[in-house]
């Protein structure tokens, strides 16, 4: 995709996307917050960097990416109820490149919804068996080391936080992740998983189930920050709870939970179960204060590679850390709207030494027994 415009007003508005050639466009619509959401077999961005934070008429501002391996999406926002009221592909003529085109028409939320209905019961079904896959416990096949998880933020079309000098986020995350398992893995004690190896989009409740199928005993999701202020920076390292540490914790909780909508997933509310809840509560409050011991590790040693945040344990409602029978912390490497962090997060040497004091987090964690008598 070579260039990607949007022209008309609020009467009728189209997105219009110059292609190499012409392509296969699933589309469909979700609501709260209301989107447009288009897919494609997996095709090269070429766009200027920025393209789509603006938006006109009906159409408030559009993103794209990879979202899993093979599969690429165009996030369409809207500014209210729409009717897709003309979809279709050009084939590219002469020196004309071929174009995709997207006509949208304002409309009710009830026809907004029906619309979307024959998207949801086509997903019910597939989305069941895909957990029933996902939470198929692993054998062990004699293998004694211990299962971790890491998880790199971000990826594919949600490229997560942005530094000055336009580093992105989701490649921060993933480079770091490889280089901390690659350390994991030379001591021989862990058997290292990640949620993502490449620029591929990843939900985050599939991120959560993969710990949980593989009956991980670790889940640690690296990150890095970014806030409005430019003068915060620090590593921070985040637990979960149902109550923020305070008001900014609670803006990063909900700024990271935001990475499914970015992407176009719809957000379902859980079934409860009252029995239920109480057998899974009693797990996860032991689970979360493993969390804890090892988030203070976690600040114990990395204090001695690199400068920590005022504050740095803090607790939040991060949707990630949410398995309710595996421990988990987040750490957010640095602030990328810092210009100090930024810089710091591209330092080979620095990223050198923060992931040696997390592998000593990691082992004086185990060291310490928490395994054998959480399995008691």
């Known amino acids: 995709m070579v260039d990607a415009r949007i022209v008309g007003d609020e009467r009728r508005t189209r997105f219009i996307a110059d292609m190499s050639g012409p392509a296969e466009v699933g589309l469909f619509t979700l609501a709260d917050p209301y989107r447009i959401i288009l897919d494609l077999p997996q095709v090269h961005f070429g766009l200027a960097e920025g393209l789509?934070?603006?938006?006109?008429?009906?159409?408030?501002?559009?993103?794209?990416?990879q979202i899993s391996p093979g599969k690429s999406r165009i996030v369409l926002d809207v500014t209210?109820?729409?009717?897709?009221?003309?979809?279709?592909?050009?084939?590219?003529?002469?020196?004309?490149?071929?174009?995709?085109?997207?006509?949208?028409?304002?409309?009710?939320?009830?026809e907004f919804l029906e619309a979307n209905r024959d998207y949801r019961d086509a997903q019910t079904?597939?989305?069941?068996?895909?957990r029933d896959r996902e939470l198929v416990p692993r054998a062990n096949n004699g293998d004694d080391r211990i299962p971790?998880?890491?998880?790199?933020?971000?990826?594919?079309?949600?490229?997560g936080a942005r530094g000055a000098a336009g580093t992105q986020e989701k490649n921060v995350t993933l480079d770091f992740a490889k280089l901390l398992g690659a350390?994991?893995?030379?001591?021989?004690?862990?058997?290292?998983?990640?949620t993502r190896t490449d620029d591929s989009f990843i939900a985050l409740g599939e991120r959560v189930a993969l710990a949980r199928s593989i009956d991980a005993k670790l889940f640690v999701s690296i990150h890095?920050?970014?806030?409005?202020?430019?003068?915060?920076?620090?590593?921070?390292?985040?637990?979960?709870?149902?109550?923020?540490?305070d008001?900014?914790?609670?803006?990063?909780?909900?700024?990271?939970n935001q990475s499914d909508i970015l992407?176009?997933?719809?957000?379902?509310?859980?079934?409860?179960?009252?029995?239920?809840?109480?057998l899974i509560d009693l797990t996860r409050r032991e689970t979360r204060n493993f969390g804890v011991v090892f988030a203070r590790n976690l600040v114990k040693e990395l204090k001695t590679a690199t400068k920590m945040f005022k504050v740095p344990h803090q607790q939040a409602g991060f949707k990630v850390l949410e398995a309710p029978d595996v421990p988990s912390a987040m750490v957010e490497l640095g602030y990328l709207s810092n210009k100090d962090d930024e810089k710091q997060l591209l330092s080979s040497e620095w990223r050198d030494k923060a992931a040696d004091s997390i592998v000593r987090a990691i082992g004086g964690y185990f060291a310490g027994n928490v395994v054998r008598k959480a399995e008691r």
């Open 224 to 245: 890095a920050n970014s806030f409005s202020s430019r003068a915060i920076r620090g590593t921070v390292i985040y637990t979960v709870s149902d109550d923020a540490s």
């Open 247 to 256: 008001k900014m914790a609670e803006e990063i909780a909900a700024s990271e």
């Open 263 to 278: 992407a176009g997933i719809e957000i379902d509310e859980e079934d409860s179960d009252g029995v239920m809840d109480i």
């Open 183 to 194: 350390k994991l893995e030379e001591t021989g004690l862990y058997d290292v998983h990640y």
């Open 125 to 130: 079904a597939e989305a069941a068996a895909r």
């Open 80 to 110: 209210g109820p729409v009717k897709v009221d003309k979809s279709f592909v050009v084939a590219s003529v002469a020196n004309e490149p071929a174009r995709l085109v997207i006509d949208v028409v304002p409309t009710t939320r009830k």
């Open 148 to 159: 971790v998880v890491l998880d790199p933020g971000h990826g594919g079309i949600d490229a």
């Open 52 to 65: 789509g934070a603006e938006g006109r008429g009906l159409i408030s501002a559009f993103r794209y990416g």
